[in-house]
């Protein structure tokens, strides 16, 4: 079986700020990680390696030369295979643009070695779009599964995996065939620590780097600023609130008095809420 991990480096967002004056992300200084997310991909990806003999793992990012660490820090938990697609012609790519160079790269993976599986996190947390995992898939006519928490089942011989997905007001148990591209669900798992044995085979493994021809991308319009048509507008901080908790004295009062209580204060403080309700109700 062979696994796709598709990972991204991103800054340590606990660290980014933004510029007080001209709004933007001040990335200087801001370390960079993988995305936490695409750590609970990988991780599944190793167990199903772990269980599965003959299972190979390739982990493939786009992004900057420096995003060679973190093909690195994965090879160091286990994957055996690293892919860095990185090209100045792929420079402010949005999702869209995204998942068409993210897809092309599998195609060509996939000339060489046939693709099982796709894994992804559920989002990135420079983003938080969650679109390129299911821009891939569409891209790729794979089946897709998104917020997964576990896998539940597996047979290759029948080309069948059953999971569980996170829904509103439950899980869902769904059962579909592979190839099929799959985003993990935070609490899924845990990432392992690396062994010393992988840390030094990652620091010695000749990574492939490839450009956007190497990358099989045809349609050069499709990639980078040009095949983004996402435009951001404006970045800012938010403001911390002013206003302060009020407490309000319970003691010796009926859940019904409380109530009665919270509501007359909230229309004393907004006049037209109770018209606005009446209005709806009518």
Known sequence: MHIV???KQVPDSSQIRVHPVTNTIMRQGVPAIINPYDLLAL???LRLKD???????TVLTMGPPQAEDALRKALSFGADHAILVTDRAFAGADTLATSYAIAAAIRQIEKKEPVDLVFAGKQTIDGDTAQVGPGVAKRLNLNLLTYVSKIASLDLDKREIIIHRRAEGGVQVIQTQIPCLITMLEGSNEMRFASMDNMFRAARH???IWNKDAAGIED???IGLKGSPTVVSKV???????IKAEQID???KTSKEIATAMLSKLFR???KLHAEIAKLAG
């Open 206 to 208: 000749p990574l492939q």
């Open 250 to 252: 319970v003691e010796r």
């Open 220 to 222: 050069p319009a499709k």
């Open 236 to 242: 800012f901080a938010p403001h911390a609130k002013t």
């Open 269 to 271: 403080e907004h006049p």
């Open 51 to 57: 269980c599965i003999a003959g299972t190979t793992v």
């Open 43 to 45: 991780e599944e990806a």
């Open 5 to 7: 991990v598709c990972i």
